[in-house]
C-alpha cells in the first residue's frame, strides 16, 4: 500500500507545482530583467535599456510589477558573524503555528518546510555562534509543538545562492551588464555610523532604494550615502542579491542534500559545484555532515539523479539525508505565500539587536510583536 500512497502524493505535488508555474510563468521580458539583476541589483535602468533591447520606462514598469506581485526582489546582505541551518522537528498538528513563530524571529532569514528528516529548515545569522545557540535553544526549542532541533553551524560558504543566475541573457550581453561603480577618488576610507545604519535600514528591504530616498529618509546628503554604499560593496561589507519565485522559472523542485565526505574532497566539491546549473547553494558545516548543499531541479524524479552524479563524480561523498522543499515561509527577511510569492510582508533583520538572543529580553512573544 506504502508504494501507490507515494506515487499519489509524488502525482499530487508535481501537480501543484505545475499548476502554480501555468498561473505565474515569467515571460521572456521578464526573465532577461530579473538576469540582468542577478548580475548588477542596482543597475540604472537607462543602462540596462541597450542590454536587453527595451526601453527604460517599460523596464521599471516591469520590475514594479515584478515586486508589487512578489515574484522578484533585491535585497542588501551584510556579511559577517555566524550562520547556521536549523533542523526542526516538530508535532504534525503544531507545524504551521511554530512555522509561524519562527518566521517572525529577525535573525531567522530563511524558513523552508520540508520532507525528510526535519520538519523545518531555517537558515540563521547572527553576530556570533552563542546568539544562534541561544535563540535555538532559549526560544525555538520553547514553543510548543517543537520536538527536537539540530543545529549545523556554517564553517565555509564554498557557494551562494546569489551566484545562481536565470540565464535569460546571452554571455555577449552578461558582459554588457554594468558593474558597482567604484568608489570614487575623493570618497572617505571609512563609512560614518550614520550613513551605514541608513543602508542597513533600508536595503535589506529594497536593495534598490533610490540613493536620494534614502538621503531624505536619513537626513543625509545624498554623496555621503553614495560614497558609503560604494564604500561598503567595494570592501565586501554589503552584497546586492536579486532573487525570484522558484514557483516561476521552470525550475520548481527545490531539495536539499546532506552529506559526509572526505574534508580533501571539500575543494574538488567547490569546483564542482560552479559546473552545476542547478546547485544554488553549497556549505560546509560543523555537525554529523560536512557539506550541505541546495539545488533547484526542473522535475522530482531529478532528485535522485542529481544524488547519483554527486556520489559519482566525488567518490567519497555520501548523501546521508535528502529533503525536498513544499514551500517557503520566509524568504531573506519577506514572508513567502503558498504560491511562493513575497507578499506577506517583511520581517526587518535589524531588529536582531533587540532580539531573543539577550537572556534578559522579554518572553518570546514581546519579541514576536516588534
Excluded at 202 to 229: F, K
Amino acid at each position: 500500500m506504502k508504494a501507490p500512497c507515494f506515487r499519489w502524493m509524488k502525482l499530487q505535488l508535481s501537480s501543484d507545482i505545475l499548476r502554480f508555474m501555468q498561473e505565474y510563468m515569467l515571460d521572456p521580458l521578464e526573465e532577461r530583467i530579473i538576469h540582468a539583476l542577478q548580475i548588477e541589483g542596482r543597475a540604472p535602468w537607462s543602462e540596462l535599456a541597450p542590454v536587453i533591447g527595451v526601453d527604460a520606462v517599460t523596464l521599471a514598469r516591469r520590475w514594479d510589477a515584478l515586486r508589487e506581485r512578489g515574484l522578484a526582489w533585491v535585497t542588501g546582505i551584510f556579511p559577517g558573524g555566524a550562520t547556521a541551518l536549523i533542523d526542526i522537528t516538530c508535532a504534525p498538528q503544531h507545524i504551521g503555528d511554530v512555522a509561524q513563530q519562527i518566521a517572525q524571529i529577525p535573525s531567522v532569514l530563511t524558513l523552508d518546510h520540508t520532507s525528510g528528516g526535519r520538519d523545518l529548515l531555517a537558515t540563521m545569522l547572527a553576530d556570533h555562534p552563542l546568539a544562534i545557540w541561544d535563540v535555538v535553544t532559549n526560544h525555538i526549542g520553547a514553543f510548543e509543538g517543537v520536538r527536537n532541533t539540530q543545529t549545523h553551524l556554517v564553517t565555509e560558504v564554498i557557494m551562494e545562492a546569489s551566484d545562481w543566475r536565470l540565464r535569460a541573457l546571452t554571455p555577449q550581453e552578461t558582459v554588457k551588464v554594468p558593474r558597482p561603480r567604484p568608489p570614487r577618488a575623493r570618497a572617505p576610507r571609512g563609512v560614518h555610523p550614520e550613513v551605514e545604519g541608513a543602508l542597513r535600514h533600508c536595503l535589506p528591504e529594497d536593495g534598490r532604494r533610490p540613493i536620494s530616498r534614502i538621503a531624505a529618509e536619513h537626513g543625509l546628503s545624498e554623496q555621503r550615502v553614495a560614497d558609503g554604499l560604494a564604500r561598503m560593496r567595494a570592501d565586501g561589507q554589503l552584497r546586492i542579491r536579486t532573487d525570484v519565485a522558484r514557483s516561476v522559472t521552470g525550475w520548481p523542485v527545490y531539495a536539499w542534500y546532506f552529506v559526509r565526505t572526505a574534508a580533501k574532497h571539500i575543494p574538488q566539491i567547490k569546483g564542482l559545484m560552479a559546473q552545476i546549473p542547478e546547485a544554488r547553494t553549497a556549505l560546509a558545516v560543523a555537525s554529523q555532515y560536512n557539506l550541505i548543499v541546495a539545488v533547484w531541479l526542473r522535475d522530482l524524479t531529478d532528485v535522485m539523479r542529481f544524488e547519483a552524479a554527486l556520489e559519482a563524480a566525488v567518490p567519497s561523498a555520501r548523501i546521508v539525508d535528502r529533503s525536498v522543499v513544499f514551500r517557503m515561509s520566509k524568504h531573506l527577511g519577506r514572508l513567502i505565500d503558498e504560491q511562493g510569492r513575497a507578499t506577506m510582508g517583511f520581517v526587518h533583520p535589524a531588529a536582531t539587536a533587540n532580539r531573543a538572543a539577550s537572556r534578559e529580553s522579554p518572553a518570546v512573544s514581546a519579541v514576536l510583536e516588534e
